[in-house]
């Protein structure tokens, strides 16, 4: 920072220079004449004007004009001038003296200028490069606050919760002000056009940040407003990339996790299913084993391996591939892999000749089929049947069985996971792990689909309703 200029002490030592040329010049010395004392006279004028501003330079030049017509134009020693020749002298040097305190005035204030814009662009580099060392939007807020507050004394920041809440502690016209900068994107407070008398001033983030940064009067601020309101700019850029950098970073982090989670689940389902494989193939060379109802276990082993992995798919959010699926053939498939559990039980399938293809992920239509279906042989006491229908949007495919209902106290509960046979005077307790139905229901939500119990209770059994959205048709190939 310059150190101030003392306008009177300028004056003092400009007007005892002036003293000391004229002195010169009215006894002769060094041989001073006339104009080489004008020409001398000039340079008090010109440090003067140098040193202060156009006003000071002004004022010596006046000054010395005078003094100069009193001690050394004729006759000495008095105001008047006898002669043109003289008159024009006078003139001539009062002309010089101003034209000349302008100019060292005009230098001197573009330097002035120049000196603060440097010192504006140094504040600003020193500013851009202290956040630039920030790694998050706390330690952004905290280096820059720092900054400030060494340079300006108190600075702080206040949230627009804190100014909504009242809680901020500012004084009613500040907390106004305040509340202006964030809504306006504007400077306001103190030496502002909007309520200069606030005790802060209050500079905003941008559009569309919640927090206000505030400035105390207790040191000089800068005088060009446009250095604060570039510095509250970068500051505010710099908050929009660390966050962007962070949102990046979290969604880098998701990703990784999900790559994880499907490897996990692809190495699981194949050390999972291999072996079952293995065991399944084994047992149908052996003697006696169908009789011992081995294979069924192995088979319901397998098909829980199957509702395990399908939940952690589920939990983890992993996405289905959704495409249009022909829902006779995964009925037919499901039909093949049930029918060994079916034993006495028949079951029935009536489907139309012409229904159309369901949007739906392949595998996991058959596996929520699956579930659904053999928890119907599962209370059936003969019969289990499905039939669809179709309208112009969806097709509704619906899974009766024969048995003992749902009591309606029940209808929501047997879609919760490990709620198997809630009321054992209804639906009878059986074996099943109490995820299917859950797992189903969740598996048509992520396909967009809707799993309902249709009909509950009663002596004609449950009915499960199934409605899939029908696949959009796909233009020929041209």
Not at 24 to 30: K, R, V
Not at 44 to 65: C, D, F, K, Q, Y
Not at 322 to 347: C, H, K, N, Y
């Amino acid at each position: 920072m310059p150190l101030p200029r003392l306008p009177l002490l300028d004056l003092v030592l400009a007007l005892a220079a002036a003293g000391l040329i004229l002195a010169a010049g009215s006894t002769g010395l060094m041989g001073l004449g006339l104009t080489a004392t004008a020409l001398l006279l000039t340079l008090p004028v010109l440090w003067a004007a140098s040193r202060s501003n156009a006003t000071i330079g002004a004022g010596v030049a006046l000054a010395i004009s005078v003094a100069f017509n009193f001690f050394l134009l004729p006759p000495r020693h008095s105001f008047r001038i006898d002669g043109a020749t003289h008159v024009v002298t006078f003139l001539v040097f009062l002309a010089v003296a101003l034209v000349a305190g302008g100019f060292a005035a005009g230098l001197r204030a573009r330097q002035d200028e120049a000196d603060r814009r440097a010192e504006g662009s140094q504040l600003e580099n020193d500013f851009l490069s202290e956040i630039a060392l920030a790694t998050s939007r706390a330690d952004l807020d905290a280096r820059a606050l720092a900054f400030l507050q060494q340079r300006f004394g108190d600075a702080r920041l206040f949230s627009q919760a804190e100014l909504e809440t009242q809680t901020s502690g500012l004084a009613p016209l500040d907390a106004a002000a305040a509340a202006w900068a964030i809504a306006h994107d504007a400077v306001t407070g103190h030496a502002s056009e909007v309520m200069p008398g606030a005790d802060f001033r209050f500079l905003s983030f941008g559009r569309g940040s919640a927090d206000v940064l505030a400035l105390a009067t207790t040191r000089p601020l800068p005088p060009d407003t446009t250095l604060l309101q570039r510095i509250a700019g970068h500051w505010g850029h710099a908050r929009d990339h660390l966050d962007t950098l962070a949102e990046r970073q979290r969604r880098q982090e998701a990703e990784a996790r999900d790559r994880t989670r499907r490897a996990l689940l692809a190495a699981l389902g194949h050390d999972f299913r291999t072996p079952l494989t293995v065991l399944k193939e084994g047992l149908a060379r052996l003697p006696g084993a169908a009789d011992s109802g081995l294979p069924g276990e192995v088979e319901r082993l397998r098909r829980l391996g199957e509702n395990l992995l399908a939940s952690a798919r589920l939990d983890a959010g992993l996405p289905l591939a959704l495409e249009p699926v022909d829902l006779v053939d995964t009925i037919a498939e499901v039909r093949g892999f049930v029918e060994q559990q079916a034993g006495s039980i028949v079951l029935d399938v009536q489907l139309p000749e012409t229904l159309p293809l369901v949007r739906a992920e392949p595998v996991m239509l058959i596996h929520l089929l699956g579930n659904v279906v053999e928890n119907a042989l599962r209370h059936a006491r003969s019969r289990v049947s499905l039939a669809a229908t179709h309208d112009a949007q969806h097709v509704d495919l619906r899974i009766a069985d024969d048995g003992p209902g749902v009591p309606e106290t029940q209808a929501e509960a047997i879609f919760e996971p490990f709620v198997s046979g809630a009321d054992g005077s209804a639906r009878r307790a059986t074996s099943g792990s109490g995820l299917g139905l859950a797992i189903a229901r969740d598996l048509a939500l992520a396909m967009g689909a809707e799993l309902t119990l249709a009909r509950d209770g009663g002596a004609d059994g449950a009915e499960f309703r199934l409605r899939l959205p029908i696949a959009p048709e796909r233009d020929d190939p041209p």
